[in-house]
């Protein structure tokens, strides 16, 4: 968090990371990650790095994560401090909804932001028993689990409400 923000960093609360965007609510992240059910050992692709607050979390529990993030600017900064931490994930500038095909198949995959339905080109790059999590909706998200069958057909569980930044293709800044 930016150091105006130091005193509210443990206040469940979004909030503004630069960019015109925000880091999640801790509790929007726990879940998130409870929901992804990461192993150690999994490669994880992660749309939205933003502030790498959620990548240093799959990292510390021992998933090897590749991040998109569309702000070049949030990327290096990102990048940058996950280093000084001692975090090494690969951090990609470029459009989540492309995903990194080049990298795939993942065991995982987080979306950190508001996608108007489940990305078709995502789910591609999911291994068989593979799980994504992804916030589907325009103004108001429904978090939901999405599982890909042997036969590659979806496996989809609703959850909770939440609001994210939207997902947005082709926008990269």
Excluded: W
Aim: neutral net charge.
């Amino acid at each position: 968090m930016d150091n105006a923000f130091i005193e509210s960093a443990y206040i469940d609360k979004a909030f503004p990371i630069g960019s015109g965007q925000t880091i999640s609510q801790p509790y929007t992240v726990a879940f998130q990650t409870l929901l992804l059910g990461i192993q150690k050992g999994d490669k994880v692709l992660e749309i939205g790095t933003g502030s790498g607050y959620q990548t240093a979390i799959l990292c510390e529990l021992g998933a090897k994560v590749f991040s998109i993030e569309r702000h070049k600017l949030l990327a290096d900064k990102a990048k940058s401090l996950l280093e000084k931490l001692g975090y090494i994930p690969k951090i990609h500038f470029g459009d989540g909804f492309k995903g990194l095909p080049a990298f795939a198949p993942f065991d995982k995959i987080i979306i950190t932001c508001g996608a108007p339905d489940i990305p078709q080109s995502l789910f591609e790059q999911l291994k068989t028993g593979g799980v994504m999590v992804v916030p589907v909706g325009e103004d108001v998200q429904v978090m939901k689990t999405v599982v890909k069958k042997p036969d590659q057909t979806m496996e989809v569980s609703d959850f909770n409400s939440f609001r994210f930044v939207p997902m947005l293709g082709n926008k990269v800044r």
